[in-house]
């Protein structure tokens, strides 16, 4: 992974530990295919004073063997929720693995429900890896349909731990059947890049609560390749991401779902350039062009069905590796999708015949003179996914009605660039700006077991980025942001806000490479009713302390700012690197109170918030020196151990966008 003049590569680390979560004596554990790649001269020490790495998010439920649940986010100390009479719970090791030499190599395994009864599954990923290596992209399968995307923190010498707890239960359907699991993390080990990830994934099943139920049934768009053993990833745009489906009947509510991310020359999407600019800096190489826009699109049956804009991930090697240590980025351990409602298509998808469903992604075709349309293909390249939910009438009904009335202007653009010059004609500068404004809906009468009904969807985004180049390219920055709103009829609604600031310094003495980096971003996103994936909220139900305010919540609040400066050094010579910076974060994450459930114009107004988690850490070359943690207004002491010192990441992986990655690594050079 890398950026243009910040260009780096993320280096993606999915090694596994011992869960801790405790495992049931009793239960399955599902184990096939252990890996036997492991390079013995770099498995872990687990006796060393390892880094540990963390990802700041809500805590999550989990259930212990004893039935008792607790708040956690496998970084801090666990808070006790309350002890559950009759509860059931168990725990199962779904993978155990080393992801080595994994490219075409994933772990395969099958999953067996366990004996307990549950209504609720937790994820626990552990990981722990030593050595040298890139960021890398690890992607969890039931058969043909992705569970969850994940990444990988950067490993030192001496080597690095972290876990994330996922809540899966809006897969419930998926976990109460047999299934063949698939976890892809493609890795390449040479006398290089010598780590491998250890990993181990378990879950954990309990009943809590009477959350909204999960749907019916999903079914997966994807290149369905599990019957090799294959992950099913549609490569975009080398794939044409289509799958032909016949789906039921009786359905009553349809959400279609995006997993996507950016790769190799679109990792840092949100740095390029309009595409009449490339050529600006021939003496350094070519830019990645587009624009600095992409638009993530659904099409039903070749028509336009809803949309995404992206939220700007940023892995752990991106931009400068040293602003990821031990904090990674928002959302790299667990990079979400996007959910579009298409609950108005369903008189047409209700029909009982076959009907197409497509993913693109696209950014912008300039015409050099200020104007331009949205692209048909981008950059190399977008691995991509998609999910349909359903939620299902009793068996024998048939939903009918008329519709979708479809609003689907294209998106309004607004384009500028200028090239200035040094006396001798050679180009010194890039300034760019992209503004772009999108307003789409979709409107039918339904037809359902409980009646006639009007289904809505309808999405309001605006963008903007301010791209500038200085020193003939060396030095970047890109101020970008994008908001939004979504809002369906069937008592749902988001709100998005997603600012991002970044700042590099690129220089060459001899055979020494230094960039310099400043990033500031974050992620604020308020959802208010049912949403396809939990919003966290859901955690909070069994709580006693919050049980009396819980019946009225309508949504969740969670606002997440980074801030992070950081400097990257590397003598080409003896391949050597070191990284180190400062990082900053703050969380916040709050119940919504609404003072109505809004309608198909606009969505309920808040009345009021309830705090319930709120976390600020500041890391200074990769040690924890600063971690307030509230969980409903109690003070929780996160646990952290000696990290090593800024020296031991002399090791690590990580890449210039002039240089060229291992063969088949998950990013390549950001210049050409």
């Known amino acids: 992974m890398g950026l243009q003049r910040f260009a780096w590569v993320a280096v993606i680390t999915i090694g596994f530990a011992v869960s801790s979560l405790a495992i049931d004596s009793t239960s399955t554990s599902i184990v096939p295919h252990l890996s036997s790649h492991t390079l013995q001269k770099h498995d872990v020490d687990l006796t060393a004073p390892l880094l540990q790495d963390f990802q700041v998010y809500p805590p999550v439920l989990i259930a212990s063997s004893n039935g008792s649940l607790s708040l956690t986010d496998g970084s801090s100390t666990t808070t006790d929720v309350a002890p559950v009479s009759n509860a059931t719970s168990c725990q199962e090791v779904l993978m155990v693995y080393s992801f080595a030499n994994s490219y075409g190599a994933p772990f395969v395994g099958n999953y067996t429900p366990p004996s307990c009864s549950f209504n609720r599954i937790t994820l626990n990923f552990t990981v722990t890896s030593a050595g040298r290596q890139f960021d890398r992209l690890g992607t969890l399968y039931f058969g043909d349909t992705e569970i969850w995307r994940t990444s990988t923190a950067e490993p030192t010498s001496i080597g690095i731990r972290w876990t994330y707890l996922k809540d899966v239960t809006n897969y419930l359907t998926l976990f109460q059947q ?33 959350s909204d139920p999960p749907a019916d049934l999903i079914f997966p768009v994807s290149a369905r390749q599990s019957a090799s053993n294959a992950p099913s990833v549609f490569t975009f745009p080398v794939d044409n991401a289509t799958n032909t489906l016949t789906l039921p009947q009786n359905i009553r509510r349809a959400v279609f779902t995006i997993a996507a991310c950016g ?11 309009l595409s009449s600019d490339t050529q600006t800096f021939p003496q350094t190489g070519a830019l990645y062009g587009f624009s600095p826009f992409r638009e993530l699109q659904l099409f039903i049956d070749g028509m336009l069905a809803g ?7 940023i892995f752990t090697g991106g931009v400068v590796p040293g602003l990821w240590r031990p904090i990674v980025g928002i959302d790299a351990f667990d990079l979400r999708e996007d959910e579009i409602d298409i609950t108005p298509f369903l008189p047409l998808l209700c029909d009982g015949a076959a009907h197409s469903f497509e993913i693109r992604v696209s950014g912008i075709n300039d015409t050099g ?30 939903t009918t009605g008329s519709g979708p009335l479809a609003t689907t202007p294209d998106p309004v653009f607004q384009l500028s660039s200028s090239v200035g010059k040094l006396p001798n004609g050679t180009n010194e500068t890039l300034t760019y700006q992209v503004n772009a404004q999108r307003s789409i809906s979709f409107v039918s009468t339904i037809n359902t077991a409980n009646g006639s009904q009007t289904a809505s969807w309808s999405q309001n985004l605006t963008y903007s980025n301010f791209g500038n180049f200085t020193a003939a390219g060396n030095t970047q920055v890109n101020n970008q942001s994008t908001s939004g709103e979504d809002l369906s009829s069937l008592n749902y609604s988001r709100s998005l806000n997603y600012p991002l600031y970044a700042f590099s310094v690129y220089g060459t003495v001899r055979d020494n490479i230094t960039i310099f980096a400043n990033v500031l971003r974050g992620r ?22 919050v049980q009396n305010q819980y019946p009225a919540f309508q949504g969740s609040l969670l606002q997440t700012t980074q801030n992070g400066t950081a400097t990257y050094f590397s003598n080409q010579t003896s391949n050597t690197s070191f990284s180190f910076g400062t990082t900053v974060q703050d969380m916040v994450f709050a119940g919504v109170v609404t003072s109505d459930s809004g309608n198909a114009e606009s969505p309920p107004q808040v009345v009021s918030t309830s705090e319930l988690f709120r976390r600020h850490v500041e890391a200074d070359n990769s040690t924890v020196i600063e971690d307030d943690e509230t969980v409903i207004g109690h003070s929780i002491r996160p646990a952290h151990f000696n990290s090593p010192s800024m ?26």
Do not use: C, H
């Not at 949309?307 to 991930?313: Q, S, T």
């Open 307 to 313: 949309v995404a804009w992206p939220f700007p991930i």
């Open 263 to 273: 790769q190799a020359e679109e990792e840092f999407w949100w740095s390029n350039v």
């Open 178 to 210: 047999q299934q063949k699991i698939i976890f892809d993390l493609g890795n390449l080990i040479n006398n290089i890049y010598t780590a491998p990830y250890n990993a181990t994934l378990t879950a954990s099943f309990f009943t809590a609560g009477d």
């Open 647 to 672: 020296n031991d990441f002399a090791g690590s992986g990580t890449r210039s966008m002039l240089g060229r990655g291992p063969p088949g690594s998950k990013a390549a050079s950001r210049r050409k």
């Open 524 to 545: 604020d996103v308020q959802t208010i009713g049912q949403a396809v994936f939990p919003t966290g909220l859901e955690s909070f139900e069994p709580v006693e302390a």
């Open 369 to 398: 003179n200020g104007t331009g349309v949205l692209a048909e293909t981008v950059g190399s390249n977008w691995p991509v996914t998609g999910k349909i939910f359903l939620w299902l009438d009793p068996e024998g009904s048939v």
